[in-house]
């Protein structure tokens, strides 16, 4: 019986596209490559939580939670090892796709804009992470498409934490926040839809295709 997964309602609206069919045609014929490029995300997403924990120490709700994110994002990196493990997938570092060199280069340099502009960075990686695991997990063999499955509801808790951060931490009204997720947004949604001849697990759309 085929795995049904929903991207959750409150990803799904909160994203400007969705996933290329064609990334997903491809992630399904590259495997290991999909697999490895998602143990190395995880790694960055444990360093990216520490590194909130260095730039902002006394800002305690925010220092307290990015701790548990980046214990949560390494669980997951082991759990993606264990799989590559017994599916005889060598680990090794990969380099940063264009998706989130891009989003990040285009964070502002001076607070407080610094710290808005990494939270809302943070909440869309997280968002689209949790999109792509909901559309690819049908396609996987049943064990690989459970454990995506299985990251869902971490991904989007991840996701809100993000934006509610977002919120109370920086010190900008709501249509200003508003204004710059927007950016951001289009930004990332362009990365997602434009031809990329890199395939990656946050990779835009085949260019072959």
Same mark, same amino acid.
């Given at each position: 019986?085929?795995?049904?997964?929903?991207?959750?309602?409150?990803?799904?609206?909160?994203?400007?596209?969705?996933?290329?069919?064609?990334?997903?045609?491809?992630?399904?014929?590259?495997?290991?490559?999909?697999?490895?490029?998602?143990?190395?995300?995880?790694?960055?997403?444990?360093?990216?939580?520490?590194?909130?924990?260095?730039?902002?120490?006394?800002?305690?709700?925010?220092?307290?939670?990015?701790?548990?994110?980046?214990?949560?994002?390494?669980?997951?990196?082991?759990?993606?090892?264990?799989?590559?493990?017994?599916?005889?997938?060598?680990?090794?570092?990969?380099?940063?796709?264009? +998706? @989130? $060199?891009? *989003?990040?280069?285009? &964070? /502002?340099?001076? #607070?407080?804009?610094?710290?808005?502009?990494?939270?809302?960075?943070?909440?869309?990686?997280?968002?689209?992470?949790?999109?792509?695991?909901?559309?690819?997990?049908?396609?996987?063999?049943?064990?690989?498409?459970?454990? +995506? @499955? $299985?990251? *869902?509801?971490?991904? &989007? /808790?991840?996701? #809100?934490?993000?934006?509610?951060?977002?919120?109370?931490?920086?010190?900008?009204?709501?249509?200003?926040?508003?204004?710059?997720?927007?950016?951001?947004?289009?930004?990332?949604?362009?990365?997602?839809?434009?031809?990329?001849?890199?395939?990656?697990?946050?990779?835009?759309?085949?260019?072959?295709?």
């Amino acid at each position: 019986m085929a795995l049904t997964v929903q991207v959750p309602e409150n990803i799904a609206s909160f994203l400007e596209v969705q996933t290329p069919e064609a990334w997903l045609d491809l992630a399904t014929q590259r495997l290991p490559e999909m697999l490895l490029d998602h143990a190395n995300c995880e790694l960055k997403a444990a360093s990216t939580a520490l590194g909130f924990l260095y730039r902002y120490p006394n800002r305690t709700a925010l220092a307290q939670r990015m701790s548990r994110l980046a214990r949560e994002e390494l669980r997951h990196f082991e759990q993606v090892r264990s799989i590559m493990d017994d599916m005889g997938i060598e680990f090794e570092r990969m380099t940063a796709s264009r +998706y @989130a $060199g891009q *989003l990040r280069d285009v &964070a /502002r340099k001076d #607070e407080p804009g610094k710290l808005l502009d990494l939270l809302l960075i943070g909440a869309i990686i997280e968002a689209r992470s949790c999109e792509r695991f909901a559309k690819i997990a049908p396609r996987l063999p049943m064990k690989l498409g459970k454990f +995506y @499955a $299985g990251l *869902l509801a971490s991904e &989007a /808790r991840h996701f #809100e934490h993000y934006i509610a951060f977002a919120r109370t931490e920086c010190d900008m009204d709501e249509s200003e926040l508003e204004n710059r997720l927007q950016e951001l947004k289009a930004i990332e949604a362009a990365l997602i839809s434009e031809p990329d001849a890199e395939f990656r697990f946050h990779s835009g759309c085949p260019s072959e295709a």
